[in-house]
């Protein structure tokens, strides 16, 4: 719930410079009625809203926390998350296990951060989720590179980021809709396994779109 349909999110790494994967999320983020809280060490504003310059300045415990920020950052800022009480991480860097040796010893201690905790995450390497009907939107490429679709009843999920573009894009094109999209990436944390049982009991999904890579 936390990950899926969350009331307050923290975007780290948000930027008020365009075509940076930061001002992107917060720019789609920011047409919604979720409560914001912008982070990026240099303060300052973005697309309207106050910046904080640290997790830990933040009034509240965000719901939800997308870090847009490169590999090692993100191990940072997750631990800050984990150590505010955030329920749910989106890690949306590359650069960990997919990468070879050096990626998968960044990936273990991400994995050792949460471990043990209240906090959840997706991916990392990961374009994060797409729910049509609340405009929860974390895909950091922009409108004019990617169709969207609308809502409906088929919920897609993807192990590779690439392949869901593709499909979203081709979903959007062809008129299908969805009721959410989930790339777990690296699936470091949440898995194929809790995201079907989730939307089997999802009174708005009707189908189930899997892409993976490996079982």
Known sequence: EALLKPRSIVVVGASAQEGKIGNIILSQLAQTNFKLYPVNPKAGHACGLRVYASIEELPEAPDLAVLAVPAEATLTAARACVQMGVKAIIAIASGF??????GKMLENELADIIHGTGTRLLGPNTLG??????GLDTN?????RIRKP???KIAFLSQSGSAAIGELDAASMCGAAISAFVGFGNR???????LLDYFANDE???V??????SF
């Open 97 to 102: 296990g997919e990468t070879g040796k050096e």
């Open 129 to 134: 989720v797409l729910d049509p009907a609340s």
């Open 140 to 144: 950091f490429l922009p409108p004019q």
């Open 150 to 152: 609308a809502k409906g």
């Open 188 to 194: 470091l944390d949440i898995d194929e396994n809790e």
């Open 204 to 206: 708005e999904t009707s």
């Open 208 to 213: 189930i779109a899997l892409y993976l890579e």
